[in-house]
């Protein structure tokens, strides 16, 4: 990026676009797999948690723009992001059956959801289709 205008198509536009199709959705993932009881009160908790950090970071990046210009807080959440990756990666599973757990208030015996390597846009648009009233 070299000019402002660049900073607020894609930090304003793509990253607000990209938050919001993903943040919720990926709560949702994240609960279903990971909990049987309560989803809906650690869904608020994430959704909770999202509002809390930008409270906690958006003042952090505003002084950065103030201090060093429109560039440096993109140049900070990158590297954050980088440094980050590596960690999750190696430290936070997909799945509960990745660690011999089972979902939190689930049976022992509880039968773990079977994932395939399926195309998932193909998967939603196949389940749409057979969803479909017959005309």
């Known amino acids: 990026m070299t000019l402002p205008w660049q900073f607020f198509l894609t930090w304003g536009v793509l990253t607000g676009?990209?938050?919001?199709?993903?943040a919720m959705?990926?709560?949702?993932t994240v609960v279903n797999r990971w909990f049987v009881?309560?989803?809906?009160?650690?869904?608020?908790l994430l959704a909770a948690s999202t509002?809390?950090?930008?409270?906690l970071f958006l003042p952090g990046l505003a002084a950065l723009v103030?201090?060093?210009?429109?560039q440096a807080p993109v140049m900070a959440v990158a590297a954050v992001t980088l440094i980050l990756v590596p960690f999750v990666a190696l430290f936070?599973?997909?799945?509960p059956g990745d660690r011999g757990l089972v979902p939190?208030?689930?049976?022992?015996?509880?039968?773990?959801?079977?994932?395939?390597?399926?195309n998932p846009?193909?998967?939603a648009i196949a389940a749409l289709l057979a969803g479909r009233p017959e005309t």
Do not use: K, N
């Open 37 to 44: 009881t309560r989803r809906g009160t650690i869904m608020g």
């Open 121 to 123: 846009l193909r998967s």
């Open 92 to 95: 936070l599973p997909e799945h």
């Open 66 to 70: 103030h201090r060093f210009g429109w």
């Open 104 to 118: 939190h208030g689930a049976e022992h015996d509880h039968a773990l959801l079977q994932y395939t390597d399926q």
């Open 17 to 22: 676009f990209g938050t919001g199709a993903v």
């Open 25 to 28: 959705v990926l709560g949702a």
């Open 51 to 55: 509002a809390t950090g930008s409270l």
